[in-house]
């Protein structure tokens, strides 16, 4: 089953986007009849979990982190060897711990700028206008073992496309003035990581180049 769905969503897919499937919460024999059918890039919430999956993959497979990261957890997620990328760098706070960690490690980390427009109080992340105020003042720059990479959100839970729309929509429009005035110059800023199971395709349409989708995948959750 997992084979089949994992395909009906590939095959709809535009070449553009890239899929991130969600694994969190299943075990690491559905992530790998997943990898047999042709996924390589896997989604975590949780250090614990990522750790104890990773050795169990092939080594060709890619690990993103996209839960909410505790700064005491971060040099711990470091040391997975395939970690591709962390999508939920929520604060200027966890920044630096990341790219300090990063310096100790003698490695190099891509990470995006997670912003919140979700009308929910339990989602975190940069406003659009402290992300922006950010990029204006080009702290990228200070940081010496970190790329921004791009830019992550979530819409409001809820069935109103309209809001879902929206909200995309507010993320593309900050990704763009960031290209466009704000910082031209920063290169290889090239994601806008937006869009799970229930309302991706609605991403799409507004600009996502990566989705984040679980549940049309691995089903519901087994632990």
């Not at 659009?128 to 992550?152: C, N, P, Y």
């Not at 990704?175 to 869009?195: E, H």
Request: aromatic share 6%; with cysteine.
């Amino acid at each position: 089953m997992i084979s089949e769905n994992l395909q009906n969503i590939v095959s709809k897919l535009p070449d553009n986007i890239t899929l991130v499937a969600v694994s969190k919460f299943h075990p690491a024999e559905a992530v790998l009849e997943a990898y047999n059918a042709g996924q390589r890039i896997f989604g975590e919430s949780r250090v614990q979990e990522i750790t104890s999956k990773a050795p169990l993959l092939p080594e060709d497979t890619e690990w993103h982190f996209i839960g909410h990261l505790q700064t005491n957890k971060v040099a711990q997620l470091l040391r997975i060897g395939n970690l591709k990328l962390i999508h939920s760098i929520d604060s200027d706070r966890l920044l630096q711990v990341v790219d300090k960690e990063a310096v100790k490690a003698g490695i190099t980390v891509d990470v995006l700028l997670e912003i919140h427009v979700a009308d929910e109080e339990t989602k975190s992340g940069f406003s659009v206008a402290e992300i922006e105020q950010w990029m204006s003042d080009r702290k990228f720059e200070t940081l010496k073992a970190t790329h921004i990479r791009g830019v992550m959100g979530m819409a409001t839970n809820t069935d109103d496309i309209a809001r879902i729309r929206a909200d995309f929509h507010s993320i593309r429009e900050c990704y763009n003035r960031i290209i466009g005035k704000i910082a031209p110059d920063l290169r290889r800023f090239d994601i806008v990581s937006m869009g799970m199971s229930h309302d991706y395709p609605v991403a799409i349409e507004e600009g996502a180049t990566m989705i984040r989708v679980g549940t049309n995948i691995f089903g519901e959750r087994t632990y």
